[in-house]
Nanobody, 121 residues
Framework: QVQLVESGGGLVRSGESLRLSCVAS????????MGWYRQAPGKQRELVAN???????RYADSVKGRFTASRDNAKNTVYLQMDALKSEDTAVYYC???????????????WGQGTQVTVSS
């Protein structure tokens, strides 16, 4: 199994920046994708960005040009640099990882505990 620990959320004003971090730990696993979802009150969880092990990174249209995801494979860590934050970015941000255990062929998903990001206007 993979465990994810997030950090970096908080309260900021519109236009300011925050950086989220997520560290994955686990034995005998190969992590394929790491990324971020978010869920605002009353809304469905939506994909923000994901980083593939080969280096490809994809973003939701709503955050393109403002958010930057990066991944350090050696540290099993994924980051989300959030710039020019808007009030509509307010949500709980969840880190996730898609992985395969060495003895299996099924891709599984692990979730972080979530971290609150609040942007005041």
């Amino acid at each position: 199994q993979v465990q994810l620990v997030e950090s970096g959320g908080g309260l900021v004003r519109s236009g300011e920046s925050l950086r989220l971090s997520c560290v994955a730990s686990g034995r005998d696993t190969s992590i394929l994708v790491m990324g971020w979802y978010r869920q605002a009150p009353g809304k469905q969880r939506e994909l923000v960005a994901n980083a593939f092990s080969a280096g490809d990174i994809r973003y939701a249209d709503s955050v393109k040009g403002r958010f930057t995801a990066s991944r350090d494979n050696a540290k099993n860590t994924v980051y989300l640099q959030m710039d020019a934050l808007k009030s509509e970015d307010t949500a709980v941000y969840y880190c996730y990882a898609d992985f395969v255990q060495s003895s299996k062929t099924i891709i599984e998903r692990a979730w972080g505990q979530g971290t609150q990001v609040t942007v005041s206007s």
